[in-house]
């Protein structure tokens, strides 16, 4: 089984900076993309970043310049430093990441969540 463990979320002032960590744990093989979504109250869950083993990167564009996905691949973490935060980024923050473990192949493994709220 894998754990994916979030933290960093919080409250922030618009143009304020954040830092979310994820870390995964359990029998774990290898993992593949590693990425963070969002989801505000009445919206769907929507890709934030993501970051392949080799160091790829793919942003939404209303993080473009703004937001960093990176990843260590030593200790299975991934990060998202989030700077000049807007309102409009206020969601529910969730970490993915496809592993494989010693009795499964490549399967997607998503986080508890963490709040991040930006005020205006």
């Known amino acids: 089984q894998v754990q994916l463990v979030e933290s960093g979320g919080g409250l922030v002032q618009a143009g304020g900076s954040l830092r979310l960590s994820c870390a995964a744990s359990?029998?774990?093989?290898?993992?593949?993309?590693m990425g963070w979504y969002r989801q505000a109250p009445g919206n769907q869950r929507e890709l934030v970043a993501t970051i392949t083993s080799g160091g790829t990167t793919t942003y939404a564009d209303s993080v473009k310049g703004r937001f960093t996905i990176s990843r260590d691949n030593a200790k299975n973490t991934v990060y998202l430093q989030m700077n000049s935060l807007k309102p409009e980024d206020t969601a529910v923050y969730y970490c993915?990441?496809?592993?494989?473990?010693?009795?499964?192949?490549?399967?997607?493994?998503w986080g508890q969540g963490t709040q991040v709220t930006v005020s205006s």
């Open positions: 359990g029998t774990i093989v290898s993992i593949r993309h």
């Open positions: 993915n990441a496809v592993v494989s473990t010693i009795a499964t192949w490549y399967k997607d493994y």
